[in-house]
């Protein structure tokens, strides 16, 4: 008899707990984590004849996907109202958003030409806006959330060329190009939150976000008497993965 209540005692305690949890009401929060992602340029490349017919191979060359990486941090601001074990809540949040990567690309047109692609990419800041919808049980949450991002977006790329032409001579060739823009685009992720107290929870998250791409040109010149030119264009993926640790306070 004496287990059974032991065994009964038990019992009502791990239901007293998984009631306690109250997620409904108005939070602030801070998060820290990182950010990585693939980056996938497309370079069209002309020449104006400079280096014709190797137009396309220098393309090739520009359009070669490189990896980025790095940090996240920011704060968050949200509300949740509880119906049973349904949570739905609003949240936004703003972070210190730096994902960076780079790549040089060296290459070698036989007889004529060296010539190296060089690309960057990086962020500045991400803002993101977004209901979420979870699961309650006990003191844990399971949700999943997707909205709008908006980011800062960066990169450069340049191009530079030595071309030895039939007579000897040296000609040097370059083109750069570069664009920054403010972009909105769309999230989705989800995470699973603990409550550690009646006014603290922490959590761990996981969001995808997507910003399309970000196009530029430029113009090609080499230096020839008169200078023979030509069109570049470029254009990169900005679509990151982020994973982040957040602590909330309920005010």
Do not use: H
């Amino acid at each position: 008899m004496r287990r059974i209540l032991l065994f009964a005692g038990f019992i009502i305690c791990i239901a007293n707990t998984a009631l306690a949890a109250d997620w409904s009401g108005v939070y602030l929060g801070l998060n820290a984590g990182g950010v990585w992602g693939t980056k996938y340029p497309t370079l069209s490349a002309n020449t104006g004849g400079a280096l014709a017919p190797f137009d396309s191979t220098i393309s090739a060359a520009g359009s070669q996907s490189f990896r980025n990486s790095g940090f996240v941090g920011g704060g968050q601001v949200g509300i949740n109202w509880q119906r049973q074990n349904l949570v739905f809540g609003i949240e936004a949040d703003f972070e210190y958003f730096n994902p960076k990567g780079s790549q040089t690309t060296a290459g070698f047109i036989p007889n004529t030409t060296n010539f190296t692609v060089a690309q960057s990419a990086s962020a500045n800041w991400l803002f993101t806006a977004r209901p979420r919808i979870g699961l309650a049980s006990g003191n844990w949450l399971i949700y999943v959330t997707g909205g709008v991002a908006v980011a800062n977006l960066k990169y450069t790329e340049t191009f530079s060329s030595t071309t030895i032409n039939a007579v000897g001579t040296t000609l040097f060739g370059s083109e750069s190009e570069s664009a920054s823009k403010t972009k909105a685009g769309g999230t989705i992720g989800g995470g699973l939150e603990l409550t550690m107290s009646n006014r603290m929870s922490v959590r761990a998250e996981y969001l995808y976000v997507d910003f399309g791409s970000l196009s530029s040109a430029g113009t090609f010149c080499i230096t020839t008497t008169p200078a023979i030119c030509g069109p570049f264009s470029q254009s990169m993926t900005f679509k990151e993965n982020l994973v982040r640790i957040a602590v909330n306070w309920k005010l």
